[in-house]
């Protein structure tokens, strides 16, 4: 997959802009930014992106990267 520094930046901003809420408005609002064009990234290379780094992360990372899959995989 080929992700870029400037699309690795544009994910770490959107979540920057959306400390202090809870997870569940985390992962709601970050999934209708990318599926709306938003976060500057599209939905199919925000997706590439999590499956890329699920494998390194510890399981309750994991567990919340696949709930954002699920918003993001959801009509």
Same mark, same amino acid.
């Given at each position: 997959?080929? %992700?870029?520094?400037?699309? %690795?930046?544009? /994910? /770490?901003?959107?979540?920057?802009?959306?400390?202090? +809420?809870?997870?569940?408005?985390?992962?709601?609002? %970050?999934?209708? %930014?990318?599926?709306?064009?938003?976060?500057?990234?599209?939905?199919?290379?925000?997706?590439?992106?999590? +499956?890329?780094?699920? *494998?390194?992360?510890? *399981?309750?990372?994991?567990?919340? /990267?696949?709930?954002?899959?699920?918003?993001?995989?959801? /009509?």
């Amino acid at each position: 997959m080929n %992700m870029g520094n400037q699309d %690795m930046r544009k /994910l /770490l901003q959107m979540v920057q802009n959306m400390q202090g +809420k809870s997870e569940d408005e985390l992962i709601r609002e %970050m999934a209708v %930014m990318i599926k709306s064009g938003k976060g500057g990234i599209t939905r199919e290379k925000a997706v590439g992106m999590i +499956k890329a780094i699920m *494998p390194v992360l510890e *399981p309750q990372q994991r567990k919340k /990267l696949e709930r954002l899959l699920r918003e993001l995989q959801s /009509l």
